[in-house]
Every structure is written in C-alpha cells, then in structure tokens.
C-alpha cells in the first residue's frame, strides 16, 4: 500500500514539473520578442543597404517570417512594429492606401510561414 501511495506521489510530482512555468514561459516570450524585433531592425536595415527597386515586399515579408519562427512572442513582435511602421507609413509619409496594403499582405506572408523568397525580385544581391 505504501510503495502504490509513493509511486502516486512520484508520479503527480513528475507530471506537475514536466510542465513549464508561467513565469519561463514569460521569460521565453520576451526573449523571442526582443529578437524578433532584431530580426526586423536587420530587415530593416539590409533594405536600406541593398537599396534595390522593388526590394521592399520581399524585406517586408524576410522580417516578418524571421521574427514569426523564433516563437509567439518574435511574431507579436513582427505584427507590432509592421503595422506601427504602415500607420505611419499611410498617415505621415503619404505612400497610399495600395501600397499599405501590398506591405501588409508581405508581412502577413512572411509571419504565417510563407517562403519570403515569392517577393523577391531578379537580380537582388544573394548576400540578401
């Protein structure tokens, strides 16, 4: 009886432990957040560099998937700052309500998993 009660207890340990904490889970949230941020300022950033006409869907859509597949919290980040750059980017900067659109369709590709490389135009350095 008192090895079947042990064996019980042993097991309602391992079964309570085997699950992660709300706090690691947190923590793991914020670290994937962080670097999915970094992943879109590097995007971000290669555009800039690459200035290459008709770049810019596939640098939407490169960023979105690289923070999206670092975990929740990296495709919280990508969706966060996307749609804070295309407010901006249709409130201040003038572009239009086609182009916001065309971004935002890039950066929802990217984030749900799709192959960054259909935006991609010819002849964009391979280093991109």
Same mark, same amino acid.
């Given at each position: 009886?008192?090895?079947?009660?042990?064996?019980?207890?042993?097991?309602? $340990?391992?079964?309570?432990?085997?699950? $992660?904490? #709300?706090?690691?889970?947190?923590?793991?949230?914020?670290?994937?957040?962080?670097?999915?941020?970094?992943?879109?300022?590097?995007?971000?950033?290669?555009?800039?560099?690459?200035?290459?006409?008709?770049?810019?869907?596939?640098?939407?859509?490169?960023?979105?998937?690289?923070?999206? &597949?670092?975990?929740?919290?990296?495709?919280?980040?990508?969706?966060?700052?996307?749609?804070?750059?295309?407010?901006? &980017?249709?409130?201040?900067?003038?572009?239009?309500?086609?182009?916001?659109?065309?971004? &935002?369709?890039?950066?929802?590709?990217?984030?749900?998993?799709?192959?960054?490389?259909?935006?991609?135009?010819?002849?964009? #350095?391979?280093?991109?």
């Amino acid at each position: 009886m008192r090895l079947c009660v042990c064996l019980a207890l042993l097991s309602l $340990v391992l079964c309570a432990s085997a699950d $992660v904490s #709300p706090l690691r889970r947190g923590a793991e949230f914020v670290r994937d957040a962080v670097g999915g941020a970094w992943d879109m300022y590097r995007a971000y950033r290669d555009m800039r560099e690459a200035n290459f006409k008709g770049a810019d869907k596939y640098f939407h859509a490169r960023g979105n998937y690289d923070a999206a &597949q670092r975990g929740p919290g990296g495709a919280w980040a990508a969706k966060l700052l996307s749609d804070a750059r295309e407010k901006w &980017q249709s409130d201040v900067s003038g572009r239009g309500a086609e182009d916001t659109r065309a971004d &935002q369709e890039a950066n929802a590709w990217g984030r749900s998993g799709g192959d960054p490389n259909r935006y991609r135009p010819k002849g964009l #350095p391979k280093q991109y």
